[in-house]
């Protein structure tokens, strides 16, 4: 009877045993599906960040590519930008050259005039008073009185 007592109870260990180990086979088993559905989700989460970030990379890259590019086309404004400065002081320095060499050429130009005209005065008084001695001595000839007394009359 001990023998069959403990064959009872072994059995009766065995089946607690079974059901303990069915309800830890259900608890893993629901365990497993929950660590699968957060697996899935947290995959997807990171498929989702992997393109967000390939997206962000590639932008990156065409906005890096564009900011050289830039770089490059400043760089290339800025020497021009030079060499038309460079060019302009050339062009001021020149015209300030040839402005001054004008003004030059125009006092020049003034004191040969000025020399011209005191010249020609001269030459007018002189003409004017050999006029009025060629008109003196033909009217002394004439026994006349020269015209040019006559025009004050």
Known sequence: MKEAADAVKEKDDAVVQKE???????????????LKAELEEKSAQ?????SDYDLLSETNDKNQSEVQELKTEIQKIDSKNRELESKMEE???????????????????????????????????????ELEQSEEQSAERLGRKPIYLLNMI
């Open 20 to 34: 303990k180990a069915e309800n830890d086979l259900v608890q893993a088993r629901e365990a497993n599906a929950k």
């Open 46 to 50: 990171f498929e989702t960040k992997t």
């Open 91 to 129: 062009l001021k320095v020149e015209t300030i050259k040839e402005r001054n060499q004008q003004n030059e050429k125009f006092e020049t130009d003034k004191q040969k005039l000025i020399e011209i005209a005191n010249q020609l005065e001269i030459d007018i008084d002189k003409l004017q008073k």
